[in-house]
Protein backbone atom coordinates (compact mmCIF):
# COMPACT_ATOMS: atom_id res chain seq x y z
CA UNK A 1 0.00 0.00 0.00
CA UNK A 2 3.10 2.04 0.40
CA UNK A 3 2.98 3.40 -3.43
CA UNK A 4 -0.68 3.87 -2.85
CA UNK A 5 -0.36 6.47 -0.43
CA UNK A 6 2.48 7.93 -1.87
CA UNK A 7 0.67 8.00 -5.11
CA UNK A 8 -2.34 9.58 -4.09
CA UNK A 9 -0.05 12.36 -1.70
CA UNK A 10 1.42 13.44 -4.88
CA UNK A 11 -1.35 13.44 -6.81
CA UNK A 12 -2.79 15.66 -4.71
CA UNK A 13 0.48 17.88 -3.65
CA UNK A 14 0.48 18.04 -7.87
CA UNK A 15 -3.05 19.56 -7.89
CA UNK A 16 -2.18 22.75 -5.47
CA UNK A 17 -3.72 20.88 -2.39
CA UNK A 18 -1.85 20.80 0.75
CA UNK A 19 -0.28 17.45 1.30
CA UNK A 20 -2.41 14.98 2.69
CA UNK A 21 -0.17 13.07 5.31
CA UNK A 22 2.31 14.48 7.62
CA UNK A 23 6.27 13.43 6.83
CA UNK A 24 5.81 11.57 10.45
CA UNK A 25 2.80 9.78 9.03
CA UNK A 26 4.86 8.72 6.16
CA UNK A 27 8.09 7.50 7.88
CA UNK A 28 5.86 5.07 9.61
CA UNK A 29 3.88 3.97 6.98
CA UNK A 30 7.10 2.86 5.48
CA UNK A 31 8.23 1.64 8.66
CA UNK A 32 5.42 -0.61 8.80
CA UNK A 33 4.38 1.46 12.34
CA UNK A 34 0.78 2.20 10.63
CA UNK A 35 -2.41 0.30 9.16
CA UNK A 36 -3.05 1.54 5.88
CA UNK A 37 -6.62 0.57 4.39
CA UNK A 38 -8.29 1.63 0.78
CA UNK A 39 -7.35 1.65 -2.74
CA UNK A 40 -6.29 3.79 -5.40
CA UNK A 41 -9.84 5.52 -4.84
CA UNK A 42 -8.51 6.74 -1.59
CA UNK A 43 -6.84 5.63 1.37
CA UNK A 44 -6.90 6.28 5.15
CA UNK A 45 -3.65 5.98 7.41
CA UNK A 46 -4.09 5.61 11.04
CA UNK A 47 -1.00 6.13 13.55
CA UNK A 48 -0.89 6.70 17.08
CA UNK A 49 -4.66 7.30 17.38
CA UNK A 50 -4.71 9.33 14.66
CA UNK A 51 -6.13 9.37 11.45
CA UNK A 52 -5.44 11.18 8.06
CA UNK A 53 -6.68 10.32 5.20
CA UNK A 54 -7.12 11.71 0.95
CA UNK A 55 -9.68 10.26 -1.45
CA UNK A 56 -8.45 10.48 -5.45
CA UNK A 57 -10.12 13.93 -6.69
CA UNK A 58 -11.78 11.50 -9.85
CA UNK A 59 -13.54 9.57 -6.87
CA UNK A 60 -14.99 12.51 -4.62
CA UNK A 61 -17.94 12.69 -4.31
CA UNK A 62 -18.81 9.01 -3.95
CA UNK A 63 -19.05 8.28 -0.75
CA UNK A 64 -15.14 7.20 -0.20
CA UNK A 65 -14.65 9.20 2.37
CA UNK A 66 -17.10 8.86 4.19
CA UNK A 67 -16.60 4.97 3.66
CA UNK A 68 -12.57 4.70 5.09
CA UNK A 69 -13.60 6.82 8.04
CA UNK A 70 -16.23 4.35 8.96
CA UNK A 71 -13.82 1.63 8.22
CA UNK A 72 -11.07 2.65 10.26
CA UNK A 73 -13.49 3.70 13.32
CA UNK A 74 -16.66 1.43 12.98
CA UNK A 75 -16.77 -2.51 14.98
CA UNK A 76 -13.40 -4.62 13.98
CA UNK A 77 -11.72 -1.58 12.94
CA UNK A 78 -8.36 -3.32 13.30
CA UNK A 79 -9.04 -5.76 10.66
CA UNK A 80 -11.69 -4.29 8.29
CA UNK A 81 -11.30 -5.39 4.64
CA UNK A 82 -14.56 -3.72 3.76
CA UNK A 83 -15.03 -1.89 0.12
CA UNK A 84 -14.20 1.34 0.56
CA UNK A 85 -16.94 2.65 -2.03
CA UNK A 86 -19.49 0.93 0.18
CA UNK A 87 -22.12 2.38 2.05
CA UNK A 88 -21.21 3.83 5.88
CA UNK A 89 -23.49 4.35 8.95
CA UNK A 90 -21.98 6.70 10.93
CA UNK A 91 -24.26 5.89 13.72
CA UNK A 92 -22.67 2.45 14.06
CA UNK A 93 -20.91 2.12 16.80
CA UNK A 94 -17.32 3.13 17.06
CA UNK A 95 -14.41 0.34 17.82
CA UNK A 96 -12.57 1.25 21.23
CA UNK A 97 -9.16 0.84 19.84
CA UNK A 98 -10.22 3.24 16.57
CA UNK A 99 -8.78 6.49 16.19
CA UNK A 100 -10.02 9.01 18.37
CA UNK A 101 -8.11 12.21 16.63
CA UNK A 102 -7.69 13.19 12.88
CA UNK A 103 -6.28 15.78 10.68
CA UNK A 104 -8.05 17.63 7.88
CA UNK A 105 -4.81 19.42 6.18
CA UNK A 106 -5.82 22.27 4.20
CA UNK A 107 -9.25 22.60 6.12
CA UNK A 108 -11.21 21.70 2.89
CA UNK A 109 -14.92 22.10 3.11
CA UNK A 110 -15.49 17.85 2.50
CA UNK A 111 -13.34 17.47 5.39
CA UNK A 112 -15.60 19.55 7.73
CA UNK A 113 -18.62 18.23 6.58
CA UNK A 114 -16.67 14.69 6.94
CA UNK A 115 -15.83 15.62 10.58
CA UNK A 116 -19.59 17.14 11.28
CA UNK A 117 -21.15 13.79 10.10
CA UNK A 118 -19.44 11.69 12.17
CA UNK A 119 -19.62 14.06 15.43
CA UNK A 120 -15.82 14.97 15.50
CA UNK A 121 -15.16 18.16 16.80
CA UNK A 122 -12.29 20.16 15.82
CA UNK A 123 -9.40 21.15 18.98
CA UNK A 124 -6.58 22.06 17.41
CA UNK A 125 -5.45 24.80 14.57
CA UNK A 126 -1.88 24.39 12.97
CA UNK A 127 -1.02 27.44 10.34
CA UNK A 128 1.20 27.36 7.87
CA UNK A 129 2.74 30.70 7.23
CA UNK A 130 4.62 31.97 4.24
CA UNK A 131 6.62 35.26 3.39
CA UNK A 132 8.37 36.24 0.22
CA UNK A 133 11.75 35.17 0.17
CA UNK A 134 14.48 37.99 -0.11
CA UNK A 135 18.56 38.40 -1.29
CA UNK A 136 19.05 41.42 0.56
CA UNK A 137 18.93 40.44 4.49
CA UNK A 138 19.66 42.42 8.09
CA UNK A 139 23.36 40.70 9.22
CA UNK A 140 22.56 37.31 11.57
CA UNK A 141 23.52 39.08 14.06
CA UNK A 142 25.02 36.23 16.69
CA UNK A 143 25.43 36.81 20.48
CA UNK A 144 29.25 37.33 21.23
CA UNK A 145 30.58 33.85 21.85
CA UNK A 146 28.09 31.97 20.10
CA UNK A 147 28.97 30.39 16.66
CA UNK A 148 27.24 28.61 13.94
CA UNK A 149 27.68 25.39 12.19
CA UNK A 150 25.95 22.59 10.02
CA UNK A 151 24.99 19.35 10.85
CA UNK A 152 26.68 16.29 10.42
CA UNK A 153 24.42 14.09 9.04
CA UNK A 154 25.16 10.27 10.62
CA UNK A 155 27.51 11.45 13.34
CA UNK A 156 26.29 10.06 16.66
CA UNK A 157 27.35 13.08 18.98
CA UNK A 158 25.41 16.00 16.86
CA UNK A 159 22.29 13.35 16.64
CA UNK A 160 22.45 12.76 19.94
CA UNK A 161 22.64 16.29 20.92
CA UNK A 162 20.56 17.70 18.66
CA UNK A 163 17.51 14.88 19.63
CA UNK A 164 18.53 16.41 23.32
CA UNK A 165 17.93 20.09 22.48
CA UNK A 166 14.84 18.91 20.20
CA UNK A 167 13.16 16.92 23.14
CA UNK A 168 13.74 19.86 25.36
CA UNK A 169 12.34 22.44 23.73
CA UNK A 170 9.30 20.72 22.11
CA UNK A 171 8.38 19.17 25.31
CA UNK A 172 5.13 19.85 25.25
CA UNK A 173 4.31 19.47 21.76
CA UNK A 174 2.86 16.36 20.67
CA UNK A 175 4.63 15.06 17.82
CA UNK A 176 7.59 16.96 17.20
CA UNK A 177 8.95 16.50 20.82
CA UNK A 178 8.66 12.75 20.52
CA UNK A 179 11.32 11.91 17.76
CA UNK A 180 13.13 9.38 17.89
CA UNK A 181 16.59 8.35 16.18
CA UNK A 182 15.01 6.56 13.72
CA UNK A 183 12.94 9.04 13.30
CA UNK A 184 15.91 11.52 12.68
CA UNK A 185 17.79 8.81 10.68
CA UNK A 186 14.30 8.08 8.45
CA UNK A 187 14.26 12.15 7.65
CA UNK A 188 18.16 11.94 6.95
CA UNK A 189 17.49 9.78 4.22
CA UNK A 190 14.49 11.62 2.41
CA UNK A 191 16.02 13.19 -0.95
CA UNK A 192 15.27 16.97 0.29
CA UNK A 193 17.57 16.42 3.74
CA UNK A 194 20.74 18.31 3.85
CA UNK A 195 23.03 18.45 6.86
CA UNK A 196 23.94 22.18 5.31
CA UNK A 197 20.22 23.23 6.12
CA UNK A 198 19.84 21.70 9.30
CA UNK A 199 21.83 25.14 11.11
CA UNK A 200 23.32 24.19 14.64
CA UNK A 201 24.00 27.21 17.00
CA UNK A 202 26.35 26.84 19.59
CA UNK A 203 26.97 28.28 22.99
CA UNK A 204 30.28 29.47 24.18
CA UNK A 205 30.92 26.26 25.98
CA UNK A 206 30.13 24.84 22.10
CA UNK A 207 27.07 23.32 23.98
CA UNK A 208 23.67 23.07 21.68
CA UNK A 209 21.85 26.61 22.36
CA UNK A 210 19.56 26.23 19.15
CA UNK A 211 19.02 24.88 15.69
CA UNK A 212 17.10 26.23 12.36
CA UNK A 213 16.26 23.21 10.30
CA UNK A 214 14.96 23.61 6.60
CA UNK A 215 13.51 21.68 4.18
CA UNK A 216 13.89 22.68 0.88
CA UNK A 217 11.37 20.78 -1.77
CA UNK A 218 9.51 22.13 -5.06
CA UNK A 219 10.75 25.40 -4.52
CA UNK A 220 9.76 26.30 -1.20
CA UNK A 221 12.10 26.34 1.47
CA UNK A 222 10.20 25.62 4.85
CA UNK A 223 11.56 25.93 8.32
CA UNK A 224 10.84 22.56 9.46
CA UNK A 225 11.90 23.20 12.91
CA UNK A 226 12.71 25.90 14.69
CA UNK A 227 14.50 25.00 18.22
CA UNK A 228 15.97 26.92 21.02
CA UNK A 229 17.09 25.85 24.53
CA UNK A 230 14.69 25.99 27.49
CA UNK A 231 16.97 27.77 29.72
CA UNK A 232 17.75 30.74 27.26
CA UNK A 233 14.36 31.45 25.25
CA UNK A 234 13.24 34.75 26.18
CA UNK A 235 16.92 35.95 25.11
CA UNK A 236 16.22 36.65 21.02
CA UNK A 237 17.95 33.29 20.06
CA UNK A 238 15.25 32.66 18.14
CA UNK A 239 15.24 35.81 15.53
CA UNK A 240 18.84 35.22 15.38
CA UNK A 241 18.01 31.18 13.77
CA UNK A 242 15.25 32.77 11.87
CA UNK A 243 17.71 35.41 10.10
CA UNK A 244 20.17 32.58 9.54
CA UNK A 245 17.61 30.68 7.87
CA UNK A 246 16.79 33.63 5.77
CA UNK A 247 19.92 34.09 4.72
CA UNK A 248 20.37 30.08 3.88
CA UNK A 249 17.71 30.20 1.79
CA UNK A 250 18.51 33.54 -0.06
CA UNK A 251 19.87 33.29 -3.89
CA UNK A 252 18.59 29.81 -4.44
CA UNK A 253 15.67 30.50 -6.61
CA UNK A 254 13.24 29.44 -4.04
CA UNK A 255 9.56 31.23 -4.58
CA UNK A 256 8.96 31.30 -1.19
CA UNK A 257 9.58 30.63 2.63
CA UNK A 258 7.41 28.35 4.72
CA UNK A 259 6.96 27.38 8.25
CA UNK A 260 4.19 25.04 10.66
CA UNK A 261 3.26 27.15 14.23
CA UNK A 262 0.35 26.25 16.19
CA UNK A 263 -2.81 28.81 16.29
CA UNK A 264 -2.38 29.68 19.66
CA UNK A 265 1.20 30.12 19.79
CA UNK A 266 1.00 33.36 20.40
CA UNK A 267 4.77 34.27 21.55
CA UNK A 268 5.90 32.17 18.31
CA UNK A 269 3.30 33.95 15.90
CA UNK A 270 4.82 37.24 17.24
CA UNK A 271 8.45 36.11 16.38
CA UNK A 272 7.35 35.02 12.93
CA UNK A 273 5.11 38.11 11.83
CA UNK A 274 7.96 40.26 12.49
CA UNK A 275 10.05 38.31 10.31
CA UNK A 276 7.29 38.90 7.66
CA UNK A 277 5.35 35.56 7.76
CA UNK A 278 1.65 36.43 6.53
CA UNK A 279 -0.89 33.36 6.80
CA UNK A 280 -1.49 30.70 3.93
CA UNK A 281 -3.47 27.93 5.03
CA UNK A 282 -5.02 26.48 7.95
CA UNK A 283 -4.71 22.41 9.46
CA UNK A 284 -7.23 21.30 11.74
CA UNK A 285 -7.39 18.18 13.92
CA UNK A 286 -10.76 17.19 15.04
CA UNK A 287 -11.59 14.67 18.16
CA UNK A 288 -14.16 11.83 18.00
CA UNK A 289 -17.22 12.58 20.22
CA UNK A 290 -19.44 10.30 21.40
CA UNK A 291 -21.41 10.36 18.29
CA UNK A 292 -25.32 11.87 17.60
Known amino acids: MLAVVEMLAAASVAAGEAPPFSDQTLVDVRAGRATVVGDERGVAVVRDGELELVVAREARGQGVGSALVAQVTGPGAGGATTDPGASADPGASADPGAPRLAWAHGDHPAARALADRYGWTAVRTLLQLRAPIVDTLAPVGLPVGYGLDAFRAGDPEDEDAWLTLNAAAFANHPEQGRMTIDDLRAREAEPWFSGDDLLLLRDESGALAGSCWL ?78
Open 215 to 292: KVEDGTGEFYAVAVRPDLQGQGLGGVLMRAGSARLAGRGLTAAALYVEGDNEPALALYRRSGFTQHAIDVQYARGSGR
